[in-house]
């Protein structure tokens, strides 16, 4: 190798990003596994489970057709967006408009870093949660803007309060990130908390962003409501469909924005400069995922829910609270007395081979917790649930 590389130093904003928070324990990770450890992995929220064959079907015969080759439409093909606004009405009994209500995204990820982009100053303010998904903090970073995490508690249902907001950030706020169900906590959003997420940002004039990656990731009596399904929200809110949880997609790079026509026509201005929208293929793929019959969907569910209740009954017996929601695909569960959240994953992963996630990865408010990740086969989890529960046994929990 040439050793007169010359070093280019990264633009400020890259020097001010946490450090990636995952980097002890993936060390840790190798270093069970370098000892010969059988290592179960429950760290990051990754499905392994195959995309539905309709899906990759579909996509098949879409890769085929050189009308799909060329120059996607950035905000998406008619089609795909006719296939989002009638899932919407479906699923959410909610009517949009197909040609300026809804915008195809690279991922929901693609959709939180452009929205910021588009709105956002270097005298503004990102208003999001902790614990929180890190790429609302990182976006704001990135356009050199300040963000504001409003903490989410046990005692509140993991529900933010825009009242406990101070006035000088509230004034600066441009755009509020929420996420329901919540990533990590397992929360559930009410159609009041909506209400009041909606009556705050009118207030203040700031666009409130719903990310409802998980939507489709639920238990019986759980369904998630949509934004739209309260009063006005078009007036002041845009939300957030991934296909990646939803249909075991993460790879496929799709997701879509539904809601105020000038927030996606803003977005769509960054989006002609940045990128072109997703590949056509994919998006006709994604349609015979929203169009794939109830029992299906309700296949994955189920899978996700007898993967819970093997690991929670693990976790019950062993003593350990956590959030007994069935939404999403994590456990949030507290860490054992006498453990800070980042020793007891450590430890975990030297001790016993399990990797799940410390707390405060996702932001301060979520120190004493971990998440579970269901993302391994049912036998696995319940071994790892075993030596969760063994694990506290041999230091006195
Ligand atoms: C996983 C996740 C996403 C990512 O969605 P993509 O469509 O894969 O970019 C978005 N938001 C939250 C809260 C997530 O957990």
């Known amino acids: 190798m040439n050793s007169k590389t010359n070093t280019i130093k990264a633009a400020a904003w890259v020097e001010k990003l946490p450090p990636y928070l995952f980097a002890k324990l993936d060390e840790a990770s190798r ?3 370098d000892a010969g450890m059988d290592v179960i992995d429950l760290g990051t929220g990754d499905p392994d489970i195959p995309t539905p064959a309709p899906v990759v079907t579909a996509m098949q015969k879409a890769c085929a057709d050189p009308s799909t080759h060329k120059y996607p439409s950035y905000s998406g093909s008619l089609e795909f967006r006719t296939a989002c606004t009638d899932w919407m009405n479906r699923r959410f009994g909610i009517k949009l408009d197909p040609q300026n209500q809804v915008m195809a995204l690279i991922g929901a990820k693609e959709g939180v870093a452009h929205l910021v982009q588009a709105f956002v100053g270097p005298q503004d303010v990102v208003l999001a949660t902790t614990p929180g998904y890190p790429p609302y903090f990182s976006s704001a970073t990135m356009v050199g803007a300040e963000s504001y995490a409003m903490p989410l508690l046990a005692e509140n249902d993991f529900l933010p309060r825009f009242d406990q907001v101070p006035e000088d950030v509230c004034h600066r706020t441009k755009i509020i990130f929420i996420n329901y169900p919540n990533n990590p906590t397992g929360g559930v959003a009410t159609l009041e ?6 009556e705050f940002a009118k207030k203040h004039n700031a666009l409130l962003v719903h990310d409802a990656a998980y939507s489709e990731s639920y238990g019986p009596g759980e ?3 949509s934004i739209f399904e309260a009063e006005g929200a078009e007036e002041i809110a845009v939300e957030m469909h991934s296909f990646s949880k939803a249909y075991n997609m993460c790879g496929w790079r799709i997701g879509f924005l539904a809601g105020n026509a000038s927030a996606l026509n803003a977005l769509g201005t960054v989006k002609k400069i940045i990128d072109s929208g997703p590949f056509t293929a994919v998006q006709k793929a994604a349609i015979a995922a929203l169009e794939m ?17 093997a690991v929670v009954e693990e976790l019950k017996a062993a003593g350990i609270e956590f959030n007994e929601t069935s939404v999403t695909i994590y456990v949030w569960a507290k860490t054992p007395e006498g453990f800070s959240d980042d020793e007891f994953c450590a430890r975990l992963v030297e001790e016993s081979g ?23 086969p049912e036998d696995r989890l319940r071994e790892a649930a075993r030596r969760i529960s063994e694990f506290l046994k041999k230091h006195g929990g």
Do not use: M, N
């Open 31 to 33: 270093r069970a596994k």
């Open 193 to 198: 908390f909506f209400k009041t997420a909606i």
């Open 223 to 225: 369904k998630p409501l």
């Open 293 to 309: 019959p109830e029992e299906e969907k309700q296949k994955l569910r189920d899978l996700w829910l007898a993967r819970r209740a």
């Open 354 to 376: 399990v990797v799940v996630a410390p707390g405060a990865s996702f932001g301060s408010a979520g120190a004493g917790y971990f998440r579970i990740a269901l993302c391994q």
